[in-house]
Nanobody, 117 residues
């Protein structure tokens, strides 16, 4: 089992910045993929960005150039730096951990990001 604890969600004005953090604990093996997904009211959960344990990143087109994902393998933490935030970025952001070998997915409890116009 892997436990994930997110932090950093807040209310921010459009154009502002936020940094989300997620700390993983438990049975953590490599290779793995950590990432961020988000779910807005009435919409499906969608990918924001992922990063492998080797550092390869992937992100949604809607956040390219504005959001940056990074991780600290020694701390088992993943971060999402969000700049130039837009009202449409408003959502609950969920941290995800995927054990590539076992094929297991784990989710955090979510952190609310609200961007006011």
């Amino acid at each position: 089992q892997v436990q994930l604890v997110e932090s950093g969600g807040d209310l921010v004005q459009a154009g502002g910045s936020l940094r989300l953090s997620c700390a993983a604990s438990g049975r953590i093996f490599r290779p793995n993929v950590m990432g961020w997904y988000r779910q807005a009211p009435g919409k499906q959960r969608e990918l924001v960005a992922t990063i492998t344990s080797r550092g390869t990143t992937n992100s949604a087109d809607s956040v390219k150039g504005r959001f940056t994902i990074s991780r600290d393998n020694a701390k088992n933490e993943v971060y999402l730096q969000m700049n130039s935030l837009k009202p449409e970025d408003t959502a609950v952001y969920y941290c995800n951990f995927r054990d590539v070998v076992a094929g297991s997915d784990y989710w955090g409890q979510g952190t609310q990001v609200t961007v006011s116009s």
